[in-house]
């Protein structure tokens, strides 16, 4: 198998064995391991796996959310080698409140601040399709790009909520059936 590493400053790929010596490993969660040939011509090998346990994985229900949210960053950070710390601390920071709130919450709030570390967040001033301003309520497209609901024909949010989400980085005064709307764009990719 090959395994996708997040580190704190660069994604590896490694190959891992898998037999009745070996642990599974399992997406999305954090490991404590062993490189063996990082030098040599052949792809690195992974060896004593170790996985460090997190409270909700216990929990089927947030564990299928967080392997959802987690497979979103492969093809999303695929072909680059050296990354910001952001993303491993922003996996981390999330992982850490889990068990505490609404795992949906937690990856609109996470979504938000990668956007705006990004440099991709953009405010619901003018509909990304007509170039005309928004008023009242905002449909959001891939990558939470604004339009109006009938330019896409979609679902939308009020405005104001979604400038405080901005302002704020937080749904706490987003309502569930919103914060489902949110979440379900951001599951299409980011």
């Known amino acids: 198998m090959i395994a996708l590493i ?5 994604i590896k790929h490694y190959y891992r064995f898998f037999g009745a010596r070996h642990s599974i490993l399992q997406i999305g969660h954090l490991i404590d391991y062993e490189i063996e040939g990082e030098n040599s011509s ?22 299928l959310l967080w392997h959802n949210f987690i497979s979103l960053f ?7 080698g050296n990354i ?7 996996l981390l920071d999330a992982a850490k409140k889990w068990d505490k709130q609404n795992p949906k919450r937690i990856i609109c709030e996470s979504y938000i601040k990668l956007l705006k570390f990004e440099g991709r967040l953009h405010e ?7 170039e005309q301003s928004l008023r009242g309520d905002v ?4 990558a939470f790009l604004p339009a109006h609901p009938e330019c896409i024909y979609a679902s939308s949010i009020r405005r104001d909520e979604l400038i405080s989400l901005y302002n704020h980085n937080s749904t706490l005064y987003i309502e ?8 379900g764009i951001i599951m299409k990719g980011f």
Not at 84 to 90: G, I, N, T
Not at 124 to 130: M, S
Request: hydrophobic letters at 30%.
């Open 176 to 183: 569930d059936e919103d914060v489902e709307y949110l979440f």
């Open 74 to 80: 492969a093809p999303h950070l695929r072909d680059t």
């Open 139 to 142: 449909s959001l497209m891939h």
């Open 42 to 63: 052949y792809m690195p090998r992974l060896r004593s796996l170790s996985h460090v346990g997190f409270s909700w994985l216990h929990d089927k229900n947030r564990l």
């Open 6 to 10: 997040i580190s704190t400053n660069e």
């Open 124 to 130: 619901p001033q003018t509909c990304y399709i007509c």
């Open 84 to 90: 910001d710390p952001f993303y491993y601390d922003l």
